[in-house]
């Protein structure tokens, strides 16, 4: 506590003492102690943070505009595959108290009162100087601050993930305070954070790539592979699997849908329901798609969960228990080809639930994209719109993975040129879309483009994409794969041991 005061207040000059006046509007403060963690689970360090009771400023008075972007993770898997297929070089690096880097806006005018233990004689508050912790502008303030300086450095955010900075030969992920940065040589790196510490910024490299947000990234030759043992380790203890006598199983989900389960039996309570899920979630969204579509199933239940439910979240743990050295792996081919697999379940809970509530008949979506052959993005969610036939769910199901395609492939072109690869190289990037679904095919092919008497109720929402796949500069083209190899299956429904592993072989190559 002592050494975090001192950093504030000496090193970084973070506020100022000033008498109290009646009209100043001062905000309490606390503590806040965490323990921080390797990727692998092991304490890394404890730490002790200062921070501002945020949930107490008035808007209009101690703060104005909060929103501040982090980095999509579909993003930092693209960036994982240039960079491992053209050999660049990586480096993390850690932003000791970033947010306090930050300066207040002229506007803005924040009083706190003294620490607990460490008050100064007199009546005085802090008038803070930085965007200390705590603040709901605080992430903004330093979002702001570090993309200017890294601007001034030459790398400019892309226009699709503010997040992602690009430069000539070089290309940065900022998740808050945590950089990831890959370059063609070390003295690229060296020089950047050289020139921001010059600025002012106590900034340090942290070695190689080689684990980020709880992440352990393993290279190995021309493939790099995403594990998550720890985070596994601690999902597998929260639903009480840690006996020796819990036995894995060979699929996250049964074959039958996870439905509402009404007039189920209550929750045992054995476990944090809300907690496990929320550890899955991060998991699967991450580095394990093959448990995307179990995840999804039990995280609709997580305000009412049901003794089926539970059961359903270990059968997860189950399976993660016989799979917990597993991750990611993802081997990046020549062919600069970004594959789409949308696929969709058909009223998949009729049946199961009370047929009298609208939300059984709702179908379900699921794709997932690749960039180079490895995976990059996925999705299991439930359609918003009643579908009304098979066709319409699968037509749906690929206007919706269009939606995440079409951005994806722009943020590849943007990244093909930071790392090397030539003007020519992102002119020959294309995509393809597997559709398993002869209907939904037809209709998206449809020329001259019009809607049909069926498919006009819902013409405006989920036809815009035909004109995309309709003109070659997209480079996109629709076409039929055998429902065996449709990879989709994997995030719409529970499939038998045999078809679940051959999917996930295709995957996630193992």
């Known amino acids: 506590m002592e050494s975090e005061l001192t950093t504030l207040e000496s090193d970084l000059q973070a506020w100022e003492l000033v008498p109290r006046e009646p009209w100043m509007h001062v905000l309490p403060c606390t503590w806040a102690f965490r323990l921080k963690r390797f990727p692998n689970g092991l304490a890394k360090k404890f730490k002790a943070r200062f921070c501002i009771r945020g949930d107490r400023q008035i808007e209009g008075v101690d703060f104005f505009e909060t929103w501040a972007p982090v980095v999509q993770w579909t993003t930092v898997r693209s960036m994982l ?14 932003i000791t108290a970033a947010f306090v880097h930050a300066p ?54 892309s226009q699709l993930d503010p997040c992602l900075f690009v430069g000539k030969s ?105 907690a496990a899920v929320g550890m899955l979630l991060y998991l699967s969204g991450h580095l394990r798609p093959d448990i995307a579509f179990a995840v999804h199933q039990c995280a609709r239940y997580t305000f009412h969960p049901t003794r089926r439910h ?74 918003t719109e009643i579908a009304l036939s098979t066709m319409e769910a699968e037509h749906v199901a690929l206007s919706t993975a269009c939606k995440d395609l079409f951005p994806l492939v722009a943020v590849i072109r943007e990244l093909s040129a930071a790392v090397g690869l030539d003007a020519s190289f992102a002119s020959r990037i294309h995509c393809k879309v597997h559709e398993d679904n002869v209907g939904a095919l037809t209709l998206a092919r449809l020329e001259p483009r019009r809607m049909t008497p069926r498919s006009k109720h819902y013409a405006i929402k989920y036809h815009w994409f035909r004109e995309k796949v309709a003109d070659p500069s997209h480079r996109v083209t629709l076409v039929k794969i055998d429902t065996r190899n449709q990879l989709g299956d994997l995030f719409t429904k529970g499939l038998p041991l045999v078809s679940f592993v051959h999917l996930r072989r295709l995957l996630m190559g193992w």
């Open 170 to 274: 070089m290309v940065v992920v900022v998740y808050v305070d945590d950089l990831l940065i890959y370059a063609k040589t070390d003295r690229e790196i060296d020089t950047l954070i050289s020139n921001l510490q010059a600025a002012g910024i106590c900034i340090r490299r942290e070695g190689t790539a080689e684990g980020f947000l709880g992440v352990d990234i393993v290279r190995s030759g021309s493939s790099i592979t995403l594990l998550q043992v720890g985070l596994t380790k601690r999902i597998i203890k929260s639903v009480g699997l840690c006996s020796s006598l819990s036995t894995p199983i060979g699929t996250p989900a049964e074959t039958t849908p996870l439905p509402k389960d009404v007039d189920g039996s209550p929750a045992s309570g054995s476990f944090n329901y809300a």
């Open 81 to 94: 595959v240039l960079a491992t297929r053209m050999n660049m070089v990586s480096a993390q690096a850690d």
């Open 104 to 157: 207040l806006g002229p506007e803005e005018h924040i009083y706190v009162r003294q620490p607990a233990g460490f008050h100064r004689d007199g009546d005085l508050v802090l008038k803070l100087k930085k965007s200390v912790y705590g603040l709901r502008q605080s992430p903004r303030n330093f979002f702001q601050y570090l993309s200017s300086h890294l601007e001034k450095q030459g790398l400019i955010p």
């Open 310 to 383: 539970e059961l359903a979240l270990i059968r997860i743990g189950r399976y993660l228990k016989g799979t917990m050295d597993k991750g990611l792996t993802m081997t990046p081919s020549s062919d600069p080809c970004v594959d789409c697999y949308p696929d969709a379940d058909f009223a998949g809970l009729y049946g199961h639930e009370d047929s009298q509530d609208p939300h059984c008949a709702r179908s379900r979506t699921g794709y997932v994209i690749l960039a180079f052959g490895c995976p990059v993005l996925w999705r299991s969610r439930l359609q």
